[in-house]
């Protein structure tokens, strides 16, 4: 929501302290040390769980090799696994606290943690080669690269009687301390500056630097100032980048101000920067405290999560997708197998291959809450929103798509006896995308954000109820079988009748490389009844697809969206001429929606879908490839209201009628995806085992039929049932709900 709120705190509460060390693990905050008063300096350890807001005083073990850290501040307190690292920071030698004494300090401690709350203890690792020398107000980060090498600490900067910008190495295996040669212009000695890691860089803003031009290193700090210096080191090549110089005049103050002793956190790819003292050229006692918030996107977002469905009916779908972390908004894109006809005399603007358009590699800037024009920087595009509530910013080019190559698909008909299987593809959708190495600040916007729906979960639970919001899907047909998907975990016995929202999840699909798109109907289920049962294949007919020509695989704009759901029961057509230039254009201007036509869906269609999420550096990749098909009139909605009573050799499966059966119900059907050797092949395919047939609305399910269960590790493990009815004209679409499993439970069927 972009709030800030006063936590009600409770427990061992600390007193106010500054320069303290501070790491997050998890929902737990660690905080040692700091200045509680002046010339009085804390060595106490606090403990913080922020899921109950609830504060605690640890103390941990001395030392078996010396004494436990003395009293302090300014020191780092770094976080890597299960252990904490302190360096250095500034002590004071006198025991009279109004008669300071300062002794900068370089010792190294290693504070061992606990797994979800409390500590074991210090240890002083015994470590080889040359120790930094003494600082207080550095940084320290730790970075490891993903493909090869050791955890490394590195330490910037700080203050020793003068302010420093020397890089010192840590490598944490062998402990073993080193001064990496550096590439590139290196930031002016600095000390309550920042560091950050997003990625393979370290992002070096703000802090004290000298008052003297040169910034020389030797040089008494008399005189000192604040920076708005912005700088990051390529940890893999050792080589500084210079993003905003010291010197880089900001009069429509459009980059954050010259500050130090500020906050920064990097949460995904964006790094939020908060508060600080101004101080520039001014006396030590006429400082301001800023409150301004920015944040920068260093990257385009990642990929969304495939788009699932909620709810289908003939000529809508309600959709959702996992949120990204810190994007501005998301945009929809469908695919329909029928061929849609361009719209000629409509203005449109050309595009791409793909819908993404670059922000040019530049930075933008955005702060709240005020509204300023864009102005380009060297190195940087700087832009703020016209208003809080923008959808996406305003230098992000989105634009309507144009063709993508698609291959035609190929149905086959799911054999009698069998729950059929849908394939769903992997789309890779890269072509097009500019990668920039420039990353891209903007501005917070203070506008409440839509939360998106969080999956429920529940141990050991004897009796649950899943009350999903999506109670229909779209229609089986002789040719796809959809599901709406529900998760359930038992919870302790004294919680009863739990509600679980809806995961909404297609996890029947399989996944295939778009290029090789010829997408089939598996047959996935084996009835091992005895009975002659009907087929979930409803006789509804089919109209022929169109043959498809090349210009008619296109993707079209669904629209953008500011949250992770939308209902989509239209979409955009492209224009004649856009259609006519978007092999030759590099990039477009973001489309005027107003202008264009809109399509509506058709019942018993297929569509496709995707979706890419937006920031301040452009849009990201879009989402793998998920495909929905409307429902064809007539035929019954899915079973709701799943729930699912524990007993000790068996479990009770319930549910209640559609509600919209659409005639009589004739019986239901419900399934148990169990273990095979298909399974075994591609893990993505399930292979469902009928366990009911009938006219009532619940069922037994034994230990027996339990053993031979699957247990799904696509997200959470889980037990995966399908519900679903059938009237006069078939079988609608089915319930898939997800039994959620303990790994000690799931580990032994």
């Excluded at 240890?123 to 493909?147: M, N, Q």
Aim: aromatic share 8%; charged share 20%; proline share 7%.
């Amino acid at each position: 929501t972009n709030q800030w709120f006063l936590p009600a705190v409770r427990g061992d509460i600390p007193p106010g302290c500054a320069a303290h060390g501070f790491v997050c693990d998890g929902t737990r905050i660690l905080v040692f040390g700091g200045m509680v008063e002046y010339g009085r300096y804390s060595n106490d350890l606090y403990e913080l769980q922020a899921s109950r807001w609830l504060w605690k005083k640890v103390k941990p073990q001395a030392p078996s090799n010396g004494s436990p850290p003395c009293p302090r501040l300014g020191h780092s307190f770094s976080l890597y696994g299960n252990k904490c690292y302190l360096f250095g920071g500034l002590a004071n030698e006198s025991e009279d606290s109004n008669n300071n004494v300062p002794r900068y300090l370089n010792d190294f401690y290693e504070l061992e943690l606990q797994h979800g709350s409390g500590v074991v203890g210090w240890s002083i690792p015994v470590t080889k080669g040359i120790l930094p020398s003494p600082r207080e107000s550095h940084t320290a980060i730790v970075y490891c690269r993903k493909d090869v090498g050791s955890p490394k600490m590195y330490i910037f900067g700080g203050m020793c009687g003068c302010r420093l910008n020397d890089l010192w190495e840590l490598d944490i295996e062998t402990m073993t301390w080193s001064r990496p040669e550096t590439k590139g212009t290196v930031p002016l000695p600095r000390s309550l500056h920042t560091a950050n890691v997003i990625g393979n860089k370290m992002y070096v803003f703000g802090g004290w630097v000298p008052q003297s031009a040169g910034g020389e290193i030797s040089a008494p700090d008399g005189e000192w100032k604040c920076t708005g210096s912005f700088s990051y080191l390529n940890l893999d090549t050792t080589e500084w980048i210079g993003l905003i110089s010291d010197c880089q005049e900001d009069k429509s103050n459009l980059l954050p101000g010259p500050r130090a002793g500020h906050c920064a956190v990097a949460v995904g790819t964006r790094l939020y920067i908060w508060s600080g003292r101004d101080g520039y050229r001014k006396a030590w006692n006429n400082q301001v405290c800023c409150k301004d918030l920015w944040y920068l996107d260093t990257e385009r977002p990642l990929a969304p999560s495939q788009v699932q469905l909620i709810r289908a009916t003939t000529n809508s779908f309600q959709l959702k997708w996992d949120e990204v972390p810190t994007v501005e908004g998301y945009l929809l894109q469908l695919h329909a197998d029928s061929p849609v006809p361009p719209v000629a005399g409509i203005p449109g603007t050309g595009v791409p291959e793909t819908s993404v358009l670059s922000s040019q590699g530049g930075c933008s800037l955005h702060q709240s809450p005020q509204s300023l024009p864009s102005v380009p920087y060297p190195e940087m595009k700087v832009d703020h929103p016209s208003q809080t509530n923008n959808v996406i910013p305003n230098n992000v080019q989105v634009s309507l798509s144009s063709n993508s190559k698609v291959e035609g698909k190929e149905k086959v008909a799911a054999p009698e006896n069998k729950v059929t299987q849908e394939t769903m593809k992997n789309h890779t959708d890269a072509t097009g995308f500019k990668e920039s190495n420039t990353p891209s600040l903007l501005p917070v916007c203070t506008s409440s954000a839509q939360t998106s729906a969080n999956v429920g979960e529940l141990h050991d639970l004897d009796k649950q109820t899943l009350n999903p919001d999506a109670s229909v899907s779209s229609t089986v047909s002789s040719t796809q079988s959809m599901v709406t998907q529900q998760a359930v975990k038992t919870e302790s016995s004294s919680t009863n009748g739990a509600v679980v929202k809806d995961e909404t999840s297609l996890t029947t699909f399989n996944s295939k490389s778009e290029a090789a798109e010829t997408a089939y109907v598996m047959p996935s289920a084996r009835v091992s009844t005895g009975q002659t049962n009907d087929s979930h294949s409803s006789r509804a007919p089919q109209r022929p697809p169109a043959p498809l020509k090349a210009r008619d695989r296109r993707w079209y704009d669904v629209g953008i969206f500011k949250n992770n759901t939308a209902v989509v029961s239209q979409f955009y057509l492209l224009p004649e001429e856009t259609l006519n230039i978007n092999s030759k254009k590099e990039g477009g201007d973001v489309p005027d929606y107003r202008l264009l036509k809109k399509q509506d869906l058709f019942p018993g269609t297929v569509y496709r879908f995707r979706v890419a999420a937006i920031n301040g550096c452009g849009v990201g990749p879009f989402s793998k490839i998920s495909e929905f098909k409307t429902c064809i009139p007539g035929f019954p909605g899915a079973p709701s209201t799943v729930k699912i009573t524990k007993s000790v050799d068996c479990i009770h499966l319930s549910w209640e009628p559609p509600a919209s059966p659409s005639g009589n119900i004739l019986e239901y059907s419900a399934y148990l995806a169990i273990r095979s050797t298909q399974l075994q092949e591609n893990p993505s395919q399930l292979v469902f085992m009928r366990i009911y047939c009938g006219l009532k609305t619940s069922c037994i399910v034994t230990a027996a039929q339990l053993s031979n269960a699957h247990v799904d590790y696509t997200s959470r493990p889980a037990i995966v049932f399908r519900i679903s009815a059938k009237n006069e004209r078939g079988y609608g679409p089915a319930t898939q709900v997800r039994w959620l499993q303990d790994m000690k439970t799931s580990g032994s069927k």
